[in-house]
């Protein structure tokens, strides 16, 4: 009598699927470029991208020059909605690896976008654009502002334009909520654990790290258990 083995489902692949991609292109991209290999092929993006790396610098260095505060507002407009690069779900798991991993969020974000259309390359394009413009630009602010910082125009102007980013960022959470409702686990357990989320930073000031392993790691666990559970054992024909 032969062993039953459990063999996964469609359904279980088709929604274990989306979670692993965003996790294996930013590992691949971290190998080809540690390789200092430009040859790896990138991931197939489900829309049209950018034509080339040109594209994908002066895309992200608009993107850069716009975040005053913090750019994640707006690359999420950029990509998702005004260029249409990726879809809000795509978006979303890219966002959620680029949190995990070590450095700059919004760097890795924009390197895993980089490395979706056109591979290594097209990830060292993204980040230059995200940092040659803004560098100069910052040098020059830098020296403006080391002579009118003690002008009080200039303090409540940089004031109010912080308070509209942290809108901004706010903005764009509740957009990219509407995709909470596609996730494995129930929604108001989605919602939940985003509640917990929110309140540890915002009140309890937990640090990021803490957050992502506590929080994160419940997240994590629920819906791996959730895509296990769509398994279902098929009967294999008994050995002679």
């Not at 991609?21 to 691949?28: G, L, P, R, S």
């Not at 390789?35 to 850069?64: D, E, K, T, Y």
């Not at 690359?75 to 949190?99: H, N, T």
């Not at 009080?152 to 980013?165: C, M, Q, R, T, Y």
């Amino acid at each position: 009598m032969g062993a039953i083995v459990p063999q996964p489902t469609a359904e279980f692949l088709a929604l274990q699927a989306p979670y692993t991609a965003a996790t294996q292109q930013f590992c691949e991209l971290w190998l080809s470029i540690g390789c200092m290999s430009l040859l790896s092929p990138p991931l197939l993006p489900s829309v049209p991208g950018p034509r080339n790396a040109w594209s994908l610098f002066w895309a992200f260095s608009s993107i850069a020059l716009q975040g005053f505060g913090g750019v994640m507002a707006i690359i999420q407009r950029e990509v998702v909605q005004r260029r249409q690069w990726l879809s809000a779900e795509e978006f979303m798991q890219d966002w959620a690896v680029a949190q995990v991993m070590p450095g700059s969020n919004v760097v890795n974000l924009s390197m895993m976008i980089g490395q979706r259309f056109l591979g290594a390359r097209g990830a060292m394009a993204a980040v230059a654009g995200m940092f040659l413009l803004p560098m100069l630009l910052m040098l020059a602010a830098g020296s403006a502002y080391a002579y009118w910082a003690d002008n009080a125009i200039v303090s409540g102007a940089l004031h109010g334009v912080a308070a509209v980013a942290a809108g901004m960022v706010l903005g764009s959470g509740c957009k990219l909520a509407h995709t909470l409702p596609t996730h494995p686990l129930p929604l108001w357990l989605c919602v939940g654990l985003a509640a917990l989320g929110f309140v540890l930073m915002a009140w309890l000031q937990w640090p990021l790290l803490a957050v992502l392993l506590s929080v994160g790691s419940v997240g994590y666990a629920l819906t791996w258990l959730k895509l296990s559970s769509h398994k279902a054992p098929s009967s294999n024909a008994p050995e002679e």
